[in-house]
């Protein structure tokens, strides 16, 4: 069996930290940080080296991924190089749609989030 892939995955709710837990522990080596300050504070960029993909919450309840620009602190400050993707419950994001097409390799919403999606977005 080869190497399990690295994931990291940031959200402000426990209960979809619980989820992604449940769905990557058997499959993939992980990281969850509850919301971007708690991811912020606990990482720095050789702790991303070997990182696959990275799960970012869209909606925090002092705001957006989009506004909080998590993304470009993620990619530029942090060197990140894997995947980037954004999970929410919205189907639409209205005014930040380019953003987050320019931003993000991928957007999954929970409702879909399961392994065999994940597996995709790293192949």
């Given at each position: 069996m080869g190497k399990k892939p690295q994931i990291f995955a940031i959200d402000d709710d426990q209960f979809y930290l619980d989820e992604i837990q449940m769905e990557i522990?058997?499959?993939a080596d992980y990281r969850l940080f509850l919301g971007p300050n708690d991811f912020?504070?606990?990482v720095r960029p050789e702790?991303?080296?070997k990182v696959d993909l990275i799960l970012v919450d869209y909606d925090?309840?002092?705001g957006t991924a989009v506004k909080s620009q998590i993304a470009d602190y993620i990619r530029k400050d942090l060197r990140f190089e894997g995947k980037?993707?954004?999970c929410?419950?919205?189907e639409h994001f209205m005014?930040?749609?380019e953003r987050i097409?320019?931003?993000y390799d991928a957007v999954l919403h929970k409702r879909d989030l399961c392994w065999e999606r994940l597996e995709r977005l790293l192949g």
């Open positions: 522990e058997p499959y912020e504070q606990q702790d991303l080296k925090y309840g002092t980037l993707v954004l929410s419950l919205h005014k930040d749609e097409r320019q931003e």
